[in-house]
């Protein structure tokens, strides 16, 4: 997507956080340094649930009188549905906030574009593998609390296989915790070569240490999550096929393009610029 | 004006020092205040590199409260405009020159903690439980310099309920003894998830105790 500069709006990137995992934050903060460099917005900034700047301190640090709110969540539910807007006062698509005209973005991971930034993904972390021997597992959380949370996850999957330039054998969403299990993979997979990507924005004890384990390739025991390297040890070779193991889907650069398309999508449907 | 112009008006009344921060002119520079060397400073002039130098203590904890009396030394930022030290700043004390600018001009929107802890869900949702009282111990334990904090608590318990008189109430939210003409005080206009997180365990104390 074409986005057009906008150099009288700010775009408020907001995220998750963490108060345990420093790693956590860090793919907001190089998404929005991203979109910095390009020049499109009068200002970049970031905000959390869990960190500092919180959404009520964040839109002090804002000039612009109209605000681009993405959420860098991976799915519909309950942060972009209750906690962004009950933080920030928002009622709608656009909302009137103490003087700021506030248009609040779907969600990241619910964009189509993160379809092609999943194959993208595919090809650094498996170059030369041929597709149509391989399956490609896409990983989710999964929570029986909330539906959305699957659905995301889902929609990309059929949308790839639509995909002209997706040649994989099968592509199949999993999940840690609810069924299809990634824990399941090989049982799931009929090729000789698997492509495991998480659907998660940050790398975290879910990308570095929890999946692996799911995967069996690693143990509990041993260094810091952090300091596994997992992501740099591909291929493996388990249960008689070839593995290749991604980091979270989130810490791929290109995600700044999928922020951008989100604000293009929303400004397609609630803003008429004319 | 912009947050920008602000700043730049304020250097020029002489201020230069915001939390362990101290701005130097012409040219434009930053450093921790306790660095007095300035040549033996590892060099940055990436407004970005704020925030890793800002994730660990010198012990190598993470300081996801950035408030924290904590900021490593050894290092120097060369900026070119006060638009760089604006970002830089902010990477260092997120909002803190936002929140700072609308304090002075009497805009800001503080939450008081019942506010804040009443919109806790989920694990913290039972933060809200604590008494004022388990409330009012907390931030003497956690807030004001002596518990490494910078800032200055412009919240209540709620709208009839002040903090209780004591060293991190009073905090101006300005390290060591800087003239307040000379410093931009961090101001604290809602409990950090710190706090919130101490909160919980607070409320979860006081409960066992009552039915011990």
Not at chain 1, 68 to 75: K, L
Not at chain 2, 2 to 12: G, I, N, Q
Not at chain 2, 90 to 110: E, H, M, T
Not at chain 2, 181 to 193: G, L
């Amino acid at each position: 997507m074409n986005f057009t500069p906008k150099p009288n709006s700010a775009l408020l990137i907001v995220g998750h956080g963490s108060t345990e995992n420093p790693d956590s934050s860090t793919p907001y903060f190089d998404h929005a340094a991203e979109i910095r460099k390009r020049k499109l917005f009068a200002e970049v900034h970031c905000c959390f649930w869990k960190e500092e700047p919180s959404m009520r301190e964040a839109l002090y640090m804002i000039d612009a009188e109209e605000v681009y709110v993405v959420p860098d969540f991976i799915s519909e539910g309950y942060f972009t549905q209750d906690v962004i807007p009950r933080e920030l006062e928002l009622s709608g698509p656009t909302t009137q906030v103490h003087g700021k005209t506030i248009h609040y973005c779907d969600p990241v991971g619910i964009h189509p574009s993160m379809t092609s930034l999943i194959l993208q993904r595919t090809a650094e972390v498996a170059p030369g593998v041929p597709q149509e021997e391989s399956t490609l597992f896409i990983v989710g959380h999964g929570t029986g609390l909330n539906k959305n949370s699957t659905k995301a996850i889902k929609d990309q999957v059929e949308l790839i296989k639509t995909l002209p330039e997706c040649h994989f054998a099968d592509v199949v969403d999993t999940y840690m915790e609810e069924p299809p299990f990634i824990a399941d993979w090989a049982k799931l997979s009929s090729t000789p070569n698997v492509v495991v990507v998480p659907f998660f924005i940050a790398d975290g004890l879910h990308s570095y240490q929890d999946i692996p384990m799911m995967l069996g390739f690693e143990k509990e025991e041993g260094l810091a999550a952090s300091q596994k390297d997992v992501f740099r040890n591909n291929p493996y070779s388990l249960q008689d096929k070839t593995l290749y193991y991604s980091a979270a889907i989130g810490t791929e650069p290109m995600m700044a393009d999928v922020i951008l398309d989100q604000i293009s999508t929303f400004d397609e449907l609630h803003v008429s610029h004319a | 004006m912009s947050l920008t112009h602000k700043l730049s008006a304020a250097l020029d009344s002489g201020i230069d020092q915001i939390g362990q921060l101290r701005i130097l002119q012409n040219p434009l520079r930053l450093h921790h205040l306790d660095d007095e060397d300035l040549d033996s400073l590892e060099v940055h002039t990436d407004p970005q590199d704020a925030r890793e130098i800002g994730l660990y203590t010198p012990e190598g904890e993470y300081r996801f409260t950035k408030g924290e009396l904590s900021l490593k030394r050894g290092w120097i930022f060369h900026l070119n405009s006060v638009d760089e030290l604006r970002q830089t700043i902010d990477l260092f004390y997120p909002a803190s020159l936002g929140l700072w600018d609308a304090w002075k001009g009497g805009n800001i929107r503080v939450q008081n903690l019942r506010d804040k802890l009443g919109r806790q869900s989920g694990m913290y949702r039972h933060a809200r439980n604590v008494s004022d009282q388990g409330a009012q111990e907390l931030v003497q334990s956690l807030c004001g310099p002596a518990n490494k904090c910078v800032k200055k608590i412009l919240w209540k318990i709620d709208e009839q309920i002040p903090l209780a008189d004591s060293e991190a109430s009073r905090f101006n939210g300005i390290v060591g003894d800087a003239d307040e003409s000379k410093a931009i005080p961090m101001v604290c206009q809602e409990a950090c998830n710190f706090f919130v997180a101490e909160a919980r365990k607070k409320s979860k104390a006081e409960f066992e105790a009552k039915d011990a």
